[in-house]
């Protein structure tokens, strides 16, 4: 009987429209939910035969939940070095453990803040996982999570960072007098010959025990140079006479550098032996480039260091940590030394409408989401990172009271619906009378 499929019809109304109440008032109770992600409630058809002619019976209504994950949420500014937000697609890797026995969630909700322990979590107790960077700044990407590493700042007060990079600016004056004696390599180390101009550097192996390198140039002709970089004193050093590199400097006539016809030994990675057993990595040396005045140069002034700097050391106190768009999360310490620890991931899914929801504003993997992707941000789709932002929600209040509305009368017209069937079904039991 008609009237039947009518009252199921109206019932079927009640149900989709209270659920879809549900979504809305989700919603709005999440409206200052850092990077929550609204849920669309749209509704389908129910037909229980559509090639009846001569009668119809109602199928009625339901409601299937959209969720809004891809859509972006507007970003706001935060004081917090430690907020960071996704421009963009993708979402941060975390865990609800600082171990591999947690479980992996991805979330949107950048407010990271240090816990007890050093670790960085979000409001919902997810930990932040990233890359290590090695001595060098570099990582590897092998699109596997068990790669990953919760990003834990503490753990390096008191450690050391050996030195793996030398930058200077240097003019060495055009018109000083060149040599006319005997030269031979290790002369400026050994103390035989006096340099024209010469400069140490401090620098540190891995047990952060300080070294001295001594950077010299000899003139011995109209724009060429000897150059000697040793250790000071050589007994810090395995090498002969404590000599790392030596050999022509030459320069153009214009008074930059002409790396071409120098020694490449001089521009080369310094590969140093310490005799106290202490580690150490190549020591890049950035002094400048070919054509360049950018590092070293020969102008009519006297011979100065112009700037110089040198990393690596004991590595003290923690003061702060800074996390930049690039996704690089860096410690600062209270004498001012930086290093660069972790490198943030984004991962990306084919279909990030499809993640299965989980409780503390994050996303599990489903089979509707397909598999996910870790690259660094801004590349291969995945979104950028804004620091000091925060992802707000992407739920449209005026919207929801809109829906709300709509909701409600249409939950009313389906109770009428019900009382209307009910006097209906009255009268026809009224004709046995």
Known sequence: MSLYSALYAGVSGLGAHANAMAAVADNITNINTIGYKGTDAQFRSMVTDGRSTS????????VAPIAMISKQGLLQASSSSTDIAIEG??????????????????????????????????????????????????????????????????????????????????????????????????????????????????????????????????????????????????????????????????????????????????????????????????????????????????????????SSSVNGGLLGNLSTIEITDDGIVSAIFDDGSTRSVFQLPIATFQNPDGLTRLSGNAYGISQQSGGFALNAPGSLGAGSISANSLESSNVDLAGEFTNMIRFQRAYSASSKIITTVDDMLREVSDLKR
């Open 89 to 306: 697609a993708g979402f941060f890797v975390t865990r609800n453990e600082p171990n591999a026995n947690g479980d992996v969630e991805f979330t949107r909700a950048g407010s990271f803040r240090p816990d007890n322990e050093g670790f960085l979590r979000n409001a919902a107790g997810l930990y932040l996982y990233g890359w290590r960077l090695d001595a060098e700044g570099n990582y590897t990407n092998t699109g596997n999570l068990a790669t990953l590493e919760p990003v834990r700042i503490s753990d390096l007060t008191g450690t050391a960072q050996p030195s793996t990079r030398i930058q200077m600016r240097t003019n060495l004056s055009s018109s000083a007098t060149a040599y006319t004696g005997a030269y031979a390599a290790g002369d400026m180390a050994s103390g035989a010959v006096a340099p024209e101009f010469s400069r140490s550097f401090d620098v540190y192996d891995s047990q952060g025990s300080t070294h001295r390198i001594t950077m010299s140039y000899l003139k011995t002709g109209p724009n060429s140079w000897q150059s000697e970089i040793y250790a000071d004193p050589a007994s810090d050093v395995t090498a002969a006479g404590g000599l790392l590199a030596s050999g022509t400097l030459m320069f153009n006539p214009d008074g930059s550098l002409d790396r071409a016809n120098s020694s490449p030994a001089l521009f080369d990675d310094l590969n140093i032996n310490w005799t106290n057993g202490a580690g150490s990595v190549p020591i890049e040396l950035q002094i400048g480039d070919d054509g360049g005045i950018n590092g070293l140069t020969q102008f009519g002034t006297e011979s100065a260091m112009i």
């Open 55 to 62: 009668s119809y019976s109602a199928g009625g209504v339901t």
